[in-house]
Structure formats: C-alpha cells, structure tokens
C-alpha cells in the first residue's frame, strides 16, 4: 500500500470523466460545428413560453398566468421565475459550458459513473456501465425528440442512488451531500414520472438493505441512515419548494385531478371514460403506450419488432422494391423506404425506436446475476423487473392496473413504457459490477463455466432461435397495417403489406445474428481473461469497445448527423402563414385563434403567435378539457364565441375545377359571433351540480345567458334570473395576462361573463371593483363572472398566487442549508483523505452491504 495525493486518487475517475465527455461529443459529433437537435418537443415548449418570454423582454418581469394555450393556465407551469435556486443554477451553468446537446448525455454518464464507483467498480467498468446507461436506446430516441427534462432525470437520479447506498451503509455525511445534491437537481429536471419511478426503486433498496442490516443487528445503523437521508431529502425538495408547492397545488385542478362530472358522459367517439371520477388519468389514456411482452424482445435484438415507426428500410428491401416495380420514381421510392415505411409492428400506437439495452450488456447482466453476492444482486435484479413489468402497461393488467389504483399519485402519468429508462441503469450497473466481482475476487474459468453457459444460451442462445425460427412465434403483422398502407397504395395495400412482412422478417434476422455475434465476442474476451491469454489492460477496453459499439451503432439508425439542423433553423421555431399575418394586424385586446389546420389540442405552432383556445401541454386545467372534450363538438359556435375565438384558422380546400393543384395555405375566417372579452348577460340559471352545468353548456347560447353552480350562489346575491341588460357595456382597456383591467357602464346591477378560465378564484386570481377586493365566480363550467353594480366602474384582475411567494422563502432558506452541508462534507472529507493511506484499485465503497468507517476509506468484503 502507498501513500497517495488526493489528485492521485482522483487521477483515474477524472480521465474517465473527460473519455465520457469525448465520448458524447463524438456521438454529437455535429454540435462541434455549431448544429443543434430540432427536438420537436422543446420547439412546443418554446412556442408556448413565447408569451412570457415576450412580456419579459418588454417589462423585465414574467407574467405569472398566460393565455398562450387552453384560453389561460398557470405561467409557472411553463416558463416561471425561480430567483433563489442557487444550487441549480450553480450546476446547470457548468453543465451549459459543455457542448449543447452532448451536455445532455455526459450528465446522464458522470452521474451513473458515480454511482458504479460508490457500488465498488474501478475506473474502466465505472466507464463501461456509465457509457452503457447513457447510450441506451430508448433514452438517445426521447433525446431526439426533445425529451430533455427527461434524460436530466434519468441522470441526476443514478446520482441520487448513490447518496442513497452511501447514508444507509453508514457513510452519513457524503451520502446526505450527494443525496441532497443529486435529489435537488433531480427535482430540477422537473420530470416527476421519472423521479415517481425511480423512487420505487429507492424504496426496494431500502426494504431490501433495511432487512440486511437488522438482520446483522445494525438497526442503528439503519435509523441514522434514513434520519440522513429524510434531512437531506427536506432541503433538497425546499431548494425547489416554490416549485413542489405551486405544483401540488396546480395538479389538483388538472386532468390528474379528480373531476366532479360523475354522469356517464361520453366522449365524442363514443368511448366513456375509464376513471374520471376517481381522480387521475383515465387508464385507456395512461396505458396508451404500453410495451407488448414479447416486445421486450427489443432489450437483446433491436429490430425484434421492427425498429421505428417511420422507414429504416433500404433500396435492396422487398418494399422498396415493390414500389418501384409498380412505376413509383425510384427516388421516392428511395425516401419512402428510408423515412416512411411503417416497420414497427408492435402495440404502441407510434415508435421513434426500440428499448435495445445491447446484447453485448445484457449478457454481461445475466452473468452477474450468478456471481453478485449480498442484497445487492436482488436490488437490481428486481428493480429491472419491476421497470418492465410497469413498462408493460395494460398488457401487464392485473399488477399494472392495481399499482394504477392503489399506490398514491402514480395515475397521474401516462406512457409507462419510459420505465424502460430506468431498466437500462440496473442493467448496466449489473453488467458492470459483475465483471468488477469477477476481477476482484479472481474466479477462475471453472468456478465460471456454468455460469457461462447459462448466460449464454438465455442471451446469444434465443438470439439464434429468433434469427432461425422467429416465423413460427411471430406474425409481424399490425392490426392498422392495411389501413397505413391504403392511405400510399390504394388497393395494391395488401401486396405492399406482405412485402412489409418479410422486410421486418430480414430486420429480425439479421439484427439476431449480429446480437448472437456480440455476445460471442463479449463471452470471448472475457474467456481470453480468464485464461489469463490476455490482461486487464485490453480487457477493459477491449470489453468497453465492444458495449459502446453496440449500443454506438444502434443508436446511430435513429438518431445520427443528418438529424443535426444550424441553430439559426432551430431558433425560428415556426414560419408564420399567410393566415397568420392577417391575424396579426387586427390590434384588438384579448381575442383567442382556433387552428384547425391540425390537431388544436395537441400543437402549440398557434401559440407560437395568438392566444390560443388550443394548445400542446399535459397538464391542462380539468374542467377546460372536459369543455372541450364533452360540448364544443355539440356546441361549436357558442363556445368558440364565448371563448373570445374571434378567428378560425382551417386548411384551404382544392380547387374542384382544377384537382391538380395543390391547395393554397390556411385561411383565417373571422367569428362574426364572437362575444369579447365580456359581456352582460340577461339570464341566469343556477344548478346543483357539475353533470347538469354540462348538459346545459352542450345546447346554451351563452350571449344572453349563463349557467352557475349554486355553490356560487353567495356571489349572485338578491341578483335576479332575468336582468334587462340593455344599455350595458363593458370593455378590456388594458391587457397582460395575468393583469386585466375593464371599465363597465352598467345600467344596473348585473352579471358579467368575461372570455377567461376561473382558477382558484378570489385566492390566486383576485378581482377588484373601483380598487377595491370584489367576489367573482365560476360560470358557464370555465370561465370567470362577476356581479357589477350600476354605474360606471373600473374592474381589475390580477393573478398573484400567495404560495408562490411563500415558496421564495422556502427556496432561499433551503439553497443555503444545502450549500453548507454541501461545502462541509467536501472540506471534511478532503481533509481526511489527504491524510489516508489507499491504493488506486480499490473501490469508494465494498459491493456487499458491509458497513465502513466514515473516516476509513479501507473496504472489507464477506
């Protein structure tokens, strides 16, 4: 043993860090010449934040509401001002020093680099299972479409593992730092299904940990590890208490909230919601995307079920030839196999790519199930099983739907098959931290040769039954096949499907074989290793070279340099139409666009340049939707009119008399109808409950009337049911989003609709009547309404939600205390380390769940 400075120690791990860097940046190799990612998604989130942000550049101050998207939400749910949180911006500035883009995967690679080496692996495999973890298939296809917040929570959480696996094995104070540091950045991300997930494995690792350690009689040494963890956890969730707050609070409203419609009211296509009524997603829309069983295929030969949604064929595949074979071009034909040819046949309605975790891992994951020893194995065994098991969704209905209805909040998300994310991280840690105990504790071939075998024939062995017998287990057939295929070819639909059928035989075949290869190499470098034909010098890279050139190569057919556009393409999110200019020149205050140019709510492209009465965000107000959901349809013009709808964007139709041509833009068609910004209206019919104030609103004229929850029946008055309200105006004077002021000439007393959504009226939203505070309430299912006395008056809203400075304080006293715990633990433990004796092999923390000394850096093993 030799005595070593601190920079000795840290010299391998900071060599693996920067090779993990060169790593991503040569994956995203384009960025280095100033091209970026489109990411659809993030263009829709820019698009709706474009309000706010406009606002801000004018006022040098964020509105707190918008009316971008659904009529009005919420700002703080998509672009909010948090000026106190210090950690975050502190780590998210040095993350956006690196390479955009590449930034994004070397996070997702250091930070399960750092939980490998708390779970005992050397430099090289800390290396190969953090390379393994961030190129996983399913997480590079989310990255390209714009799923960032995503893979930031995927990252930041292997680090939150090892804060975690630190404090219960009694290394309290690095485990509570990196736990609060890890946690904080997690809620950062603000992904809260990936954190959901990934604090169900947390919870098996403390079940499974906490029966070892009383078992062993450390009891205490349990209790001080979760009383760790628990403060840790406080200041890493008050570092971004603005957030959580406004967020629970918000969630309650929305369609994870739990709806007051209780009738068995359909949806326009006829289908009745699952569960409504008892709060949370309704199941058919959370189990949309639900990965198939034999899907899973996927995690060992990519192509198993066909790869993406949209091309991946070649000009030497059996559907482009049947294209050119009935006189298509040859390079459309070309373009058609390459970008459009539906391969995937599986049960998700749309795929931009597999979860292929790689062959080359995943038979190095089934090997260390066999030579693991301690909790740990069965931590990261059952930890993968649980994320596909959830990834399975409704084809796992039984376990899934129970989870769904019993286990607090998780019917708030939808898409279960991103739970395969976080398959990938145990499947690699696993991979890893087998060869690590292999090497460490020097088996031998013979102690091996089961083992092998085993692995072999459950990995490269299925491989090769799939690659020469797949046929007799698969139909690869999808059930909307001919129905894609019509839209292209008519009725030569079903020849084109069958030489669809053997395309994505070949696809199967031959990724099979190329699976069977890799894993041979795999098993063969680590048998030159074992016969000690080679040393560990080119058996880790070697090993290394072989994982990330599987998973490399994978990756590339869905995400590669052609998907890279100059910046300048980015930063013009969406180019405004003929219809849109128009639009633009009419400076009137307040009124909302319906584009129907697409799906109105599921697109932010008309948020990007009006307010919207549509709009692409999961986390839309409740009562809004059903709006939209249960009596626009039956409704139309009303409810266009009393949402302020003043245009109507709809696709130009062809010319009949000249079919040929193609149609010109979309037009925008004004709403002669549309009733403002607000409006007196004459009658006023009071009902008892949410079921009867929506029948109303599917056939009411809402000019002269509207329909009120008797709840708000305090608000009325003496008001009566019919007011004659000739004479009476009222008009929006001045106008920002969460600031509306109006001035009424009211010839009596009377009710007031205004055009905008009621949120947590006379809390967050408050109105005023001449500068005083003044009721208002809820009409017509979603909007805002007031009682106006006669005479003139000036009336105010303003959205000023109390939590939300509440959670200022929060923030500020939490990123402190953070930051002080963080600084102590990185004085204390340098200091005591440059005192330590350790040699350069040896692991941060033992793969068993013995406990070390805090000050001791020496590891002990059963």
Not at 335 to 359: C, K, N, S, V
Not at 361 to 377: A, D, E, K, N, T
């Amino acid at each position: 043993m030799t005595n070593q400075t601190l920079f000795q120690r840290l010299r391998p791990h900071l060599i693996a860090a920067v090779g993990l860097l060169v790593l991503a940046i040569i994956y995203f190799s384009p960025v280095l010449s100033g091209k970026t990612l489109s990411m659809p998604d993030v263009q829709q989130a820019s698009a709706s934040a474009r309000e706010i942000r406009e606002i801000a550049q004018q006022t040098g101050e964020k509105p707190l509401w918008t009316d971008a998207l659904f009529s009005g939400m919420p700002g703080y749910m998509i672009d909010f001002h948090y000026p106190y949180i210090l950690v975050y911006k502190v780590v998210t500035g040095a993350v956006n020093l690196l390479p955009n883009t590449a930034s994004i995967i070397f996070v997702v690679m250091l930070s399960m680099y750092i939980l490998l080496v708390v779970l005992g692996c050397n430099a090289w495999l800390g290396a190969l299972g953090a390379a393994a973890y961030g190129l996983g298939t399913f997480g590079i296809v989310s990255l390209e479409a714009g799923h960032v917040s995503k893979l930031f929570a995927l990252g930041y959480g292997a680090g939150l593992l090892a804060g975690v696996i630190l404090a219960l094995r009694g290394r309290y104070w690095i485990g509570a730092a990196l736990t609060g540091l890890f946690l904080c950045m997690e809620f950062g991300a603000n992904h809260i299904q990936i954190t959901y997930y990934l604090f169900m494995t947390i919870g098996l690792y403390v079940l499974i940990e906490g029966i070892t350690l009383i078992k062993a009689g450390k009891g205490r040494q349990l209790g001080l590890g979760l009383a760790t963890l628990a403060v840790a956890g406080a200041l890493a969730a008050g570092s971004f208490g603005k957030r959580l707050l406004v967020l629970n609070q918000y969630t309650k409203e929305t369609i994870r909230g739990k709806s007051e419609l209780t009738a068995k009211t359909t949806n326009p296509d006829g289908r009745t919601p699952s569960s409504e009524s008892k709060g949370g997603l309704d199941k058919d829309y959370a189990f949309t995307y639900s990965y198939g069983k034999a899907e899973t295929f996927t995690l060992l030969i990519p192509s198993a079920y066909g790869g993406g949604s949209a091309g991946g064929l070649t000009t030497d595949s059996e559907f482009y030839k049947a294209m050119t074979s009935r006189g298509v071009d040859p390079a459309s034909a070309k373009q058609m196999a390459e970008l459009g040819a539906p391969t995937y046949w599986g049960d998700q309605p749309i795929l931009g790519g597999p979860a292929y975790a790689g062959a080359a891992l995943l038979f190095l994951f089934v090997l260390s199930l066999f030579v693991i020893r301690g909790p740990i194995r069965w931590w990261l065994l059952s930890s993968a099983v649980l994320m596909i098991m959830l990834a399975w969704g409704k084809n796992l209905l039984f376990f899934n739907e129970l989870l769904f209805d019993y286990l607090p909040y998780l019917n708030k998300f939808r898409a279960m098959t991103m739970a395969f994310c976080l398959a990938q991280l145990f499947l690699a840690a696993g991979a890893a931290l087998g060869i690590q105990t292999i090497v460490k504790e020097k088996l031998s071939l013979a102690q091996l040769r089961q083992p092998l075998v085993i692995s072999l024939a459950l990995t490269a062995g299925v491989a090769l039954v799939m690659a020469v017998a797949a046929g007799a287990f698969f139909s690869f057939q999808k059930p909307n096949d001919i129905d894609i295929l019509s839209r292209y070819f008519g009725e030569a639909a079903k020849d084109f499907q069958i030489a669809l059928i053997s395309d994505r035989q070949s696809m199967l075949r031959s990724d099979a074989f190329r699976s069977v290869i890799l894993i041979l190499l795999a098993a063969g470098t680590l048998w030159l290793f074992l016969t000690n034909k080679i040393k560990s010098a080119v058996f880790y890279p070697l090993l290394f070279a072989i994982v990330v050139f599987d998973l490399f190569s994978v990756d590339k057919r869905f995400l590669n340099n052609a998907d890279f556009v100059p910046k300048s393409q980015v930063a013009t999110v969406f180019e405004p139409t003929a219809a849109d200019q128009q639009i633009l020149q009419d400076k009137s205050l307040g009124y909302r666009v319906m584009d129907q140019t697409e799906s109105f709510m599921e697109s932010n492209r008309a948020s990007y340049f009006h307010r919207s009465i549509g709009g692409y965000n999961t986390t839309r107000l409740r009562r809004y939707n059903e709006l939209i959901t249960y009596a626009l349809q039956p409704n139309f013009m009303n409810i266009l009119s009393m949402l302020n709808a003043k245009y109507v964007i709809r696709p130009s139709e062809s010319d009949p008399n000249n079919p040929q041509q193609a149609p010109a833009g979309p037009i925008a068609l004004p709403n002669p109808s549309v009733l403002g910004a607000a409006w007196f209206v004459k009658t006023v019919q009071q009902v008892n409950n949410a079921d009867e104030e929506m029948a109303v609103m599917k056939s009411m004229n809402p000019r002269d009337s509207a329909v009120v929850d008797k709840r708000f029946a305090p608000e009325l008055g003496n008001l009566p049911a019919v007011v004659d309200h000739t004479g009476s105006t009222i008009e929006l004077t001045s106008y920002r989003p969460d600031k509306l002021v109006y001035q009424a000439n009211a010839a009596r007393d009377g009710l007031v609709v205004f055009s905008e959504v009621y949120y947590r009226g006379n809390e967050d939203w408050q109105a005023f009547i001449d500068g005083k505070p003044a009721p208002h309430l809820r009409a017509n299912y979603t909007l805002r309404a007031m009682r106006v006395p006669a005479g003139k008056h000036t009336i105010e809203f303003r959205f000023d939600p109390p939590l939300a400075r509440t959670g200022d304080m929060i923030d500020l006293i939490c990123n402190v205390l953070l930051i002080g715990l963080i600084g102590f633990v990185v004085f204390w433990e340098g200091r005591n380390r440059r005192n330590e004796p350790s040699v350069t092999s040896e692991p941060i923390m033992p793969v068993t769940s013995e406990p070390t000394s805090p000050k001791s850096t020496k590891t002990k093993s059963r």
